[in-house]
Every structure is written in structure tokens, then in C-alpha cells.
């Protein structure tokens, strides 16, 4: 079965950071291609960035450019999302997803003073 | 960036009815990566077609997709008590993969 567990949000004073995971298993993780999308509360969904198995293509929206990086460790199943420079506009739940076929129950990112 | 638009953004309809929703893309959607999800209240979302009108593994037949280019249709033959909720459609085809703002099916 496959899964993916989120962790790493919580609260974040604007400027500050912090490093979402998502563990995965169930499926040979270093074959997929991984994405975070994100969901600021009562909002539509807004894909954040994806990675390809091997890492060698990566992209990002606009807004987060410069300021959020993914990465990803096949040997330990895992994937980032290292978030620096945390606005308010970037609270949201957190969802890491396997080819946007399998999500995360996702994690809560509150950028508040 | 492909903007998508759906429509409409409230359907209100009965159980067994039939729910046509729709997608429309600012510029042609390439290869057909279109996507259908499915979100309930404090769930995350479940794909339930790909490539424009593939079911993903376990959706039940009466959700259906079709379309290409720039207009594509998401209908449902007969909606079930656990079928409202809310649809989106995203294009996976260039980055960013974008999302529309989605339909909210709920009971009439």
C-alpha cells in the first residue's frame, strides 16, 4: 500500500523557516516523480514543486522561486521542502504527492506573527 | 502559465442525477494531461481521471472524462449521497502545473 505521511509544519514568524518531510513507502520511491501542492485554508489547491526520481529536473511556481527548495533522498525514502523567507500568503496545508496519484494527509504551515 | 477556468462554480443537484462539469484552458493543454480530483471537507485530494479520460485505479465507472485542447468535461451519469464535494481539474502538461478554482457539487 502506498503511503505518504507529511511532517515539519507548524507555527513560523514571517522571514523565518522551516523543512517539511514526507516519508514514503510501499513503492520504489526512487522510480516517481514527487510533487508538494499546498492548500491555504478555505482556497483551491496551488501546485508548489515538483522533482524528478533521479533529482535532475526540478521546478517551482513563481511565487515560491528563491525562496523554497525541494530535494529528495531516494536512499532514505524521503522527500523536502526546505521553506525560507515564510510569508503570511504561504500558510497552508502541505501536500507531498506521488505523481498526483497518491497524497499525504498533508501538514498545517502557519505564518504568523 | 495555462490559466484554467471551471464551471460552473456551484452545480446543485440531486442524488442520481447527472453533473457535467467543465474546464477550460487559456492555451492547449499538451498531450491531454488533464486531471480530475475530487476534495471532501478535510480530506486531501483523490485523482479520479487522468490523461484527459483515464480512470485512475479504483473509481467507479459512473465518473467519466473527456476533451481535448483547450475544453475539457468532467460528468458524473449518477450522483451518489458520496459523491458531492468539491472537483478541480489541473493541467500536468508544463510547468506550473496549474489548477482551476474549482466546482462544489452539493445537494439540492
Known amino acids: 500500500e502506498v503511503q505518504l505521511v507529511e511532517s515539519g509544519g507548524g507555527l513560523v514568524q514571517p522571514g523565518g523557516s522551516l523543512r517539511l518531510s514526507c516519508a514514503a513507502s510501499g513503492f520504489t520511491f526512487s522510480s516517481y516523480n514527487m510533487n508538494w501542492v499546498r492548500q491555504a485554508p478555505g482556497k483551491g489547491l496551488e501546485w508548489v514543486s515538483y522533482i524528478s526520481g533521479s533529482s535532475n529536473t526540478i521546478y517551482y511556481v513563481d511565487s515560491v522561486k528563491g525562496r523554497f527548495t525541494i530535494s529528495r533522498d531516494n536512499a532514505k525514502n524521503s522527500l523536502y521542502l526546505q521553506m525560507n523567507s515564510l510569508r503570511a500568503e504561504d500558510t497552508a496545508v502541505y501536500y507531498c504527492?506521488?505523481?498526483?496519484?497518491?497524497w499525504g494527509q498533508g501538514t498545517l504551515v502557519t505564518v504568523s506573527s | 502559465e495555462i490559466v484554467l477556468t471551471q464551471s460552473p462554480g456551484t452545480l446543485s443537484l440531486s442524488p442520481g442525477e447527472r453533473a457535467t462539469l467543465s474546464c477550460r484552458a487559456s492555451q492547449s493543454v499538451s498531450g491531454s494531461y488533464l486531471a480530475w480530483y475530487q476534495q471532501k471537507p478535510g480530506q486531501g485530494p483523490r485523482l479520479l481521471i487522468y490523461?484527459?479520460?483515464s480512470r485512475a485505479t479504483g473509481i467507479p465507472d459512473r465518473f467519466s472524462g473527456s476533451g481535448s485542447g483547450t475544453d475539457f468535461t468532467l460528468t458524473i451519469s449518477r450522483l451518489e449521497p458520496e459523491d458531492f464535494a468539491v472537483y478541480y481539474c489541473q493541467q500536468y502538461g508544463r510547468s506550473p502545473f496549474t489548477f482551476g478554482p474549482g466546482t462544489k457539487v452539493d445537494i439540492k
Open positions: 490523461g484527459a479520460s
Open positions: 504527492a506521488r505523481n498526483f496519484a497518491s
